[in-house]
């Protein structure tokens, strides 16, 4: 678990260190494998949520500690108040039941696509064209409440992996029929780069239409005045979006 500590000058003059002794460190939790948004190299947690965050926690003048854990670890830490914050989340009424949520301006936007192999497209309108297909999913995600409730009942298989990666080997090795993922992660990752359009193809029709995932709060965290804090990143993060600092730090990664 590789931590990033992020040390702000709080005064002319005042060194990271004596400021440790005196103000908090909020701790805040991503996915682990979400490459462009957050993801460790060479040491350091780096991602377009990352950057957004830190340069956000900058402006608030607070200092902050984020972890990257497995998708499934940082739903449960946030329930059970063991972070004070994870990023990001997509909103649904379950999440609000254990997380506040910053949603004034999301921390980036997703859109999920089915991914096939080239030659075995099939039409996608519903849940209903999905029947007996075994499809790839990253452990712990939502897609949304139909798609849910149908896996439940049993119309398809969802087979869970942890990142990508497993899921583009077991597409091109036929062991699954599709794949739902983020088209951003899909293109940033090197071997979905070198096989999309040659030998997997995305649905057209998007098994999630552009979603906003947000910076949440631990309702079972630490931090006292929590309708403040989030109005503070509200604000912070919506200035940042006006001012064109997300527009920067995408192009860094997504150029």
């Not at 929590?226 to 192009?251: C, H, P, V």
Request: aromatic share 12%; charged share 30%.
């Amino acid at each position: 678990m590789k931590t990033y500590l992020i040390c702000l000058l709080l005064g002319a003059g005042l060194l990271c260190g004596a400021a440790l002794a005196e103000d908090p460190v909020y701790r805040f939790v991503g996915d682990d494998l979400f490459i462009p948004f957050s993801f460790e190299a060479d040491g350091e947690i780096r991602g377009i949520d990352c950057d957004i965050i830190r340069e956000m926690a900058r402006r608030m003048d607070i200092r902050i500690e984020i972890t990257l854990v497995p998708w499934k670890r940082l739903i449960e830490m946030t329930r059970a108040g063991l972070c004070d914050g994870a990023f990001s989340l997509f909103q649904t009424p379950e999440r609000q039941e254990f997380a506040l949520f910053a949603n004034a301006q999301p921390i980036h936007e997703s859109t999920f696509y089915f991914f096939v192999r080239k030659g075995e497209e099939f039409p996608f309108a519903d849940i209903t064209d999905l029947g007996g297909k075994i499809i790839g999913l990253n452990r712990g995600f939502t897609i949304s409440e139909t798609f849910d409730e149908a896996a439940q009942r049993g119309k398809f298989i969802v087979e869970e992996v942890e990142g990508i990666e497993p899921n583009i080997r077991k597409l091109t090795a036929g062991r699954i029929d599709t794949f739902v993922a983020n088209y951003d992660v899909l293109r940033y990752n090197p071997l979905g780069r070198r096989l999309l359009g040659n030998e997997i193809l995305f649905l057209p029709r998007p098994a999630l239409e552009k979603r906003g995932a947000y910076l949440v709060l631990s309702r079972n965290g630490s931090i006292k005045d929590k309708a403040e804090f989030i109005r503070q990143i509200d604000k912070t993060l919506k200035a940042m979006q006006e001012d064109g600092s997300y527009a920067k730090i995408y192009e860094k990664y997504l150029r």
